[in-house]
């Protein structure tokens, strides 16, 4: 399996500024994911991160609210910018496959809880 | 578009036996997936059909049909420590030629003593 940190756990923001989460995986991954999750709802998929190219984001989801990067095979950043207080939400970093890692799998963080105030 | 859906909750107690379907529109289509979260955590990985039929891991089983597009997860001997959210995902194309997961409207599993 890949063992997945973020950082910061948690933060309370306030509305206008911007907030970046760190996403290290222990392993190479071709591929991360940021997902949206609202508590008691399930996951939204933000955009896929790859290294050396432009991350690639889903409907309702742009570049400039949310930026993305991918320096190298085992880490990431997702920044929310221009916070509303729309953007509270859970926020997960997820990988696969990887070295080793069946294809189907794939593994999550243990996510970054914003609160926009 | 995509779009998954699976009942909102199921109550069940412990040592029963229960079902949680999961049926799915999507365009393009790689495979069924079923993921846990409890309350807190972060989503873990359950099972996978990459084809039609039954697959097997422990108290689990996941089954796909994919002309009727549709799947379940089966928990058996149920715990409580089964008490948790049960999402399914289907494994979609993307345009770079990678695959992402979508994922279902989640069922919220209650095991009482």
């Known amino acids: 399996s890949a063992v997945i940190s973020q950082k910061p756990s948690r933060d309370i923001c306030q509305r206008g500024t911007s907030l970046t989460i760190q996403c290290q995986v222990d392993?190479?991954?071709?591929?991360m994911f940021w997902y949206r999750q609202q508590p008691g709802q399930s996951l939204t998929l933000i955009a896929t991160?790859?290294?050396?190219?432009?991350?690639?984001?889903e409907s309702g989801f742009v570049i400039d609210k949310f930026p993305i990067s991918r320096p190298n095979l085992t880490f990431s950043t997702l920044t929310v910018s221009n916070m509303s207080p729309e953007d509270s939400s859970i926020y997960l970093c997820?990988?696969?496959?990887?070295?080793?890692?069946?294809?189907?799998?794939?593994?999550f963080g243990p996510g970054t809880r914003l609160t926009v105030t | 578009g995509q779009s998954l859906e699976q009942p909102s909750e199921v109550t069940a107690v412990e040592g029963a036996i229960v079902q949680i379907n999961c049926t799915y529109q999507?365009?393009?289509?790689?495979?069924l997936s079923w993921y846990q979260q409890h309350d807190g955590g972060a989503p873990t990985f359950l099972s996978y059909?990459?084809?039609?039929g039954l697959e097997e891991t422990g108290r689990f089983s996941s089954f796909l049909s994919r002309s009727d597009s549709y799947g379940y997860l089966l928990l058996q001997e149920l715990q409580m420590k089964d008490s948790a959210s049960y999402f399914c995902?289907?494994?979609?194309?993307?345009?770079?030629?990678?695959?992402?997961?979508?994922f279902g409207t989640g069922t919220r599993l209650l095991v009482s003593p």
């Open positions: 392993s190479q991954v071709t591929m």
């Open positions: 997820s990988v696969g496959p990887g070295q080793g890692l069946p294809f189907y799998e794939q593994y």
């Open positions: 991160a790859n290294q050396g190219s432009e991350a690639t984001y």
């Open positions: 995902a289907v494994r979609a194309p993307m345009n770079t030629g990678f695959q992402k997961l979508v």
């Open positions: 999507t365009s393009g289509f790689y495979g």
């Open positions: 059909n990459g084809l039609d």
